[in-house]
Nanobody
């Protein structure tokens, strides 16, 4: 199982970035995919996830209306489009496979299904 995140960078407030998470060793129909982030000195938090069953999505309140998660099953890739970025979005972003139940606002990573991180830095 591998998950490879990419697409981070240094941008200014109001800019956009698109993160990608390429997975191997399983399909997007088998496990939900979540994006998590960790800012310096803060605990890791779940940002968004996409369900394996129907592609429905969950977003933490702070990114609703600005971030969009999507998937391309043929490419085994999940994307996180981030618009109108804010300095508080700065952090190391990870993708992970696991459980995503948007109706319950629940997302959790499965042991051994964490991917690499990609750094997002938003300057004011």
């Amino acid at each position: 199982v591998q998950l490879q995140a990419s697409g981070g960078g240094l941008v200014q407030a109001g800019d956009s970035l698109r993160l990608s998470c390429v997975v191997s060793g399983f399909t997007l129909n088998e496990h939900g995919i979540g994006w998590f982030r960790q800012a310096p000195g803060k605990a890791r938090e779940g940002v968004s996830c996409i369900s394996s069953s129907d592609g429905s999505a969950y977003y933490v309140d702070s990114v609703k209306g600005r971030f969009t998660i999507s998937r391309d099953n043929a490419k085994n890739t999940v994307y996180l489009q981030m618009n109108n970025l804010k300095p508080e979005d700065t952090g190391l972003y990870f993708c992970a496979g696991g459980i995503c139940v948007p109706s319950a606002k629940a997302m959790a990573a499965k042991e051994g299904f964490w991917g690499t991180g990609t750094l997002v830095t938003v300057s004011s």
